[in-house]
């Protein structure tokens, strides 16, 4: 197996991304990370209770940007594709407490005329249980898309994960 941490800049451009960019002072900061003999994209974390939403929980919308964020690079790090979210919808299953340790984990299901389609699931570290589930399709994106999109050419190494124009 061969886990690779995910950062903007290794894909060739800068972003203060709300979740996973560690300069980014008001956000997530959490490390995304690429497993591919799984064709896995995963992270870990333990949210404090400044992402609070009812008492003692973790806000929906965080949980949904969690996973939102993990479809996303996996459109990039097992799809092979720049894409942006079309649609998506999540499942609350169990209540993710805050200060206690979570993984988010996202795989690519398929593609077809609509996009590409991930899913990603919110389980309990220590359990193992389901909290969230979500599914999504994606639009890839073409190279002057992509540009305006991360604000520079993609960079060569990389074009060959968008579509024709």
Same mark, same amino acid.
């Given at each position: ?8 800049? &290794? =894909?060739?451009? @800068?972003?203060? %991304?709300?979740? %996973? ?26 949210? +404090?209770? +400044?992402? &609070? ?7 929906? +919308? ?10 996303? =690079? ?5 799809? $092979?594709? =720049? ?15 805050? $200060? ?12 077809? @005329? ?24 994606? &639009? ?10 991360? +604000? ?11 579509? @024709?124009?």
């Amino acid at each position: 197996m061969t886990v690779t941490p995910l950062t903007n800049e &290794s =894909w060739g451009f @800068d972003s203060l %991304c709300f979740v %996973c960019d560690e300069r980014n002072s008001h956000g997530l900061r959490i490390p995304f990370f690429h497993d591919d003999e799984a064709a896995t994209v995963f992270a870990e974390f333990n949210l +404090g209770e +400044g992402f &609070s939403g009812p008492p003692a929980l973790v806000h929906g +919308g965080i949980l949904m940007t969690l996973c939102d964020e993990a479809m996303g =690079w996996a459109m990039i790090a097992v799809a $092979g594709v =720049w894409a942006l979210t079309a649609t998506n919808a999540h499942r609350f299953v169990r209540p993710v407490r805050l $200060g206690r340790p979570y993984r988010v984990e996202a795989a690519i299901t398929g593609r077809d @005329d609509a996009g590409v389609h991930a899913t990603a699931t919110i389980v309990s570290v220590p359990t193992g249980k389901l909290s969230v589930g979500a599914e999504a399709t994606f &639009s890839p994106l073409g190279p002057a898309q992509a540009a305006r999109v991360i +604000g520079s050419e993609v960079k060569p190494e990389h074009r060959h994960y968008l579509t @024709d124009p």
